[in-house]
């Protein structure tokens, strides 16, 4: 899905004199929603959100080793999700188990299953083709400068 290349000033028409510090923050907000739609996209023909998506690779990376919910929800991207839902749901759609410990039965890990690997495997090829198609009009510098530069802002 691409968007018609349009500046935050056309596109919101009321930041003409607006302070700079304004127009950077509406500019990265724009274009985090609108990187949310095109990931949002790419993941709808897998019957996958992108907070699922995202609880999906992360217990992809524990390597085998189970991952309780406490886990799961630092390392998600966003924060607001309801992290015990998006889990019940990968159960349910068989992509993840759980597994509640005898002698505590509030002890729950939760592991990927062999069909969320297999989901995940497909979806990789065409997860790096969307974001390389994403930041085809930057260079490799102009990427690294503008991760450092959004790292500095989120400290």
């Known amino acids: ?19 700079a510090n304004r127009r950077v923050i509406l ?9 949310n739609d095109e990931v ?5 023909p897998f019957g996958l959100s992108i907070p699922q998506f995202n ?8 390597k085998g080793k ?3 919910l406490s886990t799961i929800q630092d390392r998600m991207v966003s924060k607001m999700s309801n992290t015990t839902r998006l889990v019940d ?3 349910t759609k068989g992509l993840a188990d759980r597994i509640t410990c005898e002698k505590n ?9 062999e069909k969320g690997l297999e989901l995940l495997s497909k979806l990789d090829p065409v997860i790096i ?11 490799s510098d102009e990427i690294e400068t503008l991760t450092i530069l959004l790292e500095k802002l989120r400290k």
Do not use: D, F, H
């Open 89 to 91: 749901k990968l159960i």
């Open 40 to 44: 949002a996209e790419v993941l709808k």
């Open 66 to 68: 189970p991952a309780n």
């Open 105 to 113: 039965r509030r002890k729950v890990e939760i592991t990927i299953t």
């Open 55 to 62: 609880v999906l690779r992360i217990l992809r990376g524990q």
């Open 129 to 139: 083709e969307s974001e390389k198609e994403t930041t085809s009009n930057l260079s």
């Open 1 to 19: 899905m691409l968007y018609k290349q349009m500046n935050t000033q056309e596109q919101i028409n009321t930041l003409k004199n607006a302070p």
């Open 27 to 35: 500019s990265l907000l724009m274009c985090a929603n609108q990187l």
